[in-house]
């Protein structure tokens, strides 16, 4: 099977422009939940969508926004871009809910951002 | 609220010692934790999980861990380090019910031949 695919794998920014970018999670699963990691803060989890819908969010700002494709593909974006926006943005997918118990999350390379 | 911590930033270990990464944590009722290891301008990949049952759990790559209630840890091991094994290893932990994933800030594991 293929693993967690994310697209672009880099991309460079400046301040005030947006950005999408694109999670295709392992086929089967339905869940998608995305993490921001940084040198400073680590891996902080912004939201997870299941089924369409976001089921949980982190405690990030509105200019951060998602959602889920029927195809349980999903896209991350980010609005009026800061430099502390700069940060490897990390997707993962599980089968069920990923906030459920034991379900295991399994992640994607990553889209590292860079905004200038 | 939960947490994890793992007071080592650095492990050092010669190729061929076993090899221990820490990790405790704080939740409510029982915990769920994982284990992901790091690669280079990679994403995270998955080494193994504790649910419940057998305290010690074997995972990918020769790894397994140790869970100990009463001392709140999950720490990782290796019988026999080996170059390839140095990476930045993540401890996380989530409660029962639904809650998010919580990880430490990461271990960076560095193996000399």
């Known amino acids: 099977k293929a693993g967690v695919t994310q697209t672009p794998r880099y991309l460079i920014k400046t301040r005030g422009q947006q950005v999408t970018l694109s999670c295709s999670p392992i086929?089967?699963?339905?869940?998608v939940s995305w993490y921001q990691q940084t040198p400073g803060q680590g891996l902080q989890f912004l939201f997870e969508y299941f089924s369409e819908t976001q089921r949980n969010k982190g405690n990030f700002p509105g200019r951060f926004s998602g959602r889920q494709f029927s195809n349980s593909r999903s896209e991350m974006n980010v609005s009026t871009l800061e430099l502390g926006d700069s940060a490897l943005y990390l997707c993962a997918s599980s089968l069920g809910l990923a906030g459920v118990g034991g379900e295991t999350q399994y992640f994607g390379p990553g889209t590292r951002l860079l905004v200038l | 609220a939960q947490s994890v911590a793992q007071p080592e930033d650095q492990v050092n270990v010669a190729e061929g010692n076993p090899l221990t990464v820490k990790c405790t944590y704080s939740v409510s009722g029982n915990p769920y934790l994982f284990w992901y290891v790091q690669y280079p301008n990679r994403g995270l990949q998955f080494l193994l999980k504790?649910?419940?049952?057998?305290?010690l759990v074997k995972g990918s790559y020769g790894f397994e861990a140790e869970f100990n209630k009463s001392q709140t840890s999950f720490h990782l091991k290796k019988p026999s380090a080996l170059v390839s094994d140095s990476a930045l290893y993540f401890c996380?932990?989530?409660?029962?019910?639904?809650?998010?994933?919580?990880f430490g800030k990461g271990t960076m594991l560095l193996v000399s031949p």
């Open positions: 086929s089967g699963h339905r869940s």
């Open positions: 504790y649910i419940t049952g057998d305290n």
């Open positions: 996380a932990v989530r409660r029962g019910g639904y809650s998010t994933l919580t």
